[in-house]
């Protein structure tokens, strides 16, 4: 954990806010709303506190909440005030920043009230295409300017991870006998499983059998499946790993098993733009991410 960023630039304010950093500066100057702090060389930083006020502050504001207004509450009627527009205000736009908030705040109450005030107005189907894959895309940004924390990203998705499994189990007992077999399955080393875990909800709720081996599988793990003399499609979502240089021989492994056989292997993710799909002689399919494979299906 000691990895874990706990300051962060009015840049990093910005990228999680949405808030031009100008505004930012105008709010602390004249409502005296966040009180950054200076390192050795005046440069100016600021705490989760100021990140998680700020969260608050821009929640309140987006719902017809006068910034003059905020700036005269507590510490703690800002947070009671700012939960209680959370519970109230949960469509798209507004769940999504709810989200953020409760995942730097480690608040599962509120992540729990949201998401069951989303069900009142969507299905699980719409709640997840609508509001949790746009929040997702956001923590990517996140991850890629070095602004989010492990710990955030860890805590919010085994919640959303939590969800789509109890979904999931709703269905299974609604699976049509088919010759088909669905194996999906993370590359070694790769944890990032959500979309995986969605596309296996999708695919029971069509009615196919799935069968789930979940993050950081070693290919040899899939000798059993291989073997079978039913047909297989095996589905691979790929964000980190393999490494970029080692995409190709990765496929190369994959293709010589799957050479002579009835098996086929469909592979998401950003690391598929590596390869060129024309060059396999197997069932091999390349798609960027689950929305574009859900297309076809």
Same mark, same amino acid.
């Given at each position: 954990m000691n990895n874990i960023k706990r300051d962060f630039t009015i840049k990093d304010l910005e990228n999680i806010s949405g808030i031009k950093a100008h505004t930012i500066r105008i709010w602390e100057k004249r409502y005296n709303l966040l009180h950054p702090?200076?390192?050795?060389?005046?440069?100016?930083?600021?705490?989760?506190?100021?990140?998680?006020?700020?969260?608050?502050?821009?929640?309140?504001?987006?719902?017809?909440?006068?910034?003059?207004?905020?700036?005269?509450?507590?510490?703690?009627?800002?947070?009671?005030?700012?939960?209680?527009?959370?519970?109230?205000?949960?469509? =798209?736009?507004?769940?999504?920043?709810?989200?953020?908030?409760?995942?730097?705040?480690?608040?599962?109450?509120?992540? =729990?009230n949201t998401y069951n005030k989303l069900l009142h107005k969507k299905t699980?189907?719409?709640?997840?295409?609508?509001?949790?894959?746009?929040?997702?895309?956001?923590?990517?940004?996140?991850?890629?300017?070095?602004?989010?924390l492990p710990a955030h990203e860890h805590f919010i998705s085994n919640l959303i991870a939590q969800k789509i499994q109890i979904n999931t189990e709703k269905l299974e007992y609604n699976i049509a006998s088919t010759n088909k077999t669905y194996v999906l399955f993370l590359p070694e080393n790769e944890i990032h499983e959500l979309g995986l875990l969605y596309l296996n909800y999708e695919l029971v709720l069509r009615g196919h059998h799935t069968i789930y081996l979940g993050q950081s599988l070693p290919l040899n793990n899939l000798d059993y499946f291989f073997?079978?003399?039913?047909?297989?499609?095996?589905?691979?979502?790929?964000?980190?790993?393999?490494?970029?240089?080692?995409v190709k021989e990765y496929f190369n492994e994959i293709e010589s098993v799957l050479e002579g056989t009835n098996h086929q292997l469909i592979a998401l993710g950003r690391k598929t733009q590596l390869i060129n799909e024309d060059n396999f002689k197997s069932k091999i399919s390349l798609y960027n991410s689950v929305s574009d494979l859900l297309k076809e299906l």
């Open positions: 702090k200076r390192t050795d060389t005046n440069i100016r930083f600021y705490s989760n506190d100021n990140l998680q006020k700020l969260l608050n502050i821009v929640l309140l504001n987006n719902n017809n909440f006068k910034i003059s207004k905020i700036a005269k509450m507590t510490d703690e009627e800002l947070l009671l005030q700012s939960r209680e527009v959370a519970f109230s205000t949960a469509i =798209n736009d507004e769940a999504i920043n709810s989200f953020k908030l409760c995942m730097f705040q480690f608040d599962k109450v509120l992540f =729990n699980f189907r719409e709640i997840f295409k609508d509001v949790f894959m746009p929040f997702l895309n956001h923590i990517g940004l996140l991850w890629q300017t070095d602004t989010l073997k079978n003399t039913r047909d297989i499609c095996f589905i691979t979502s790929m964000t980190v790993m393999p490494y970029d240089d080692k």
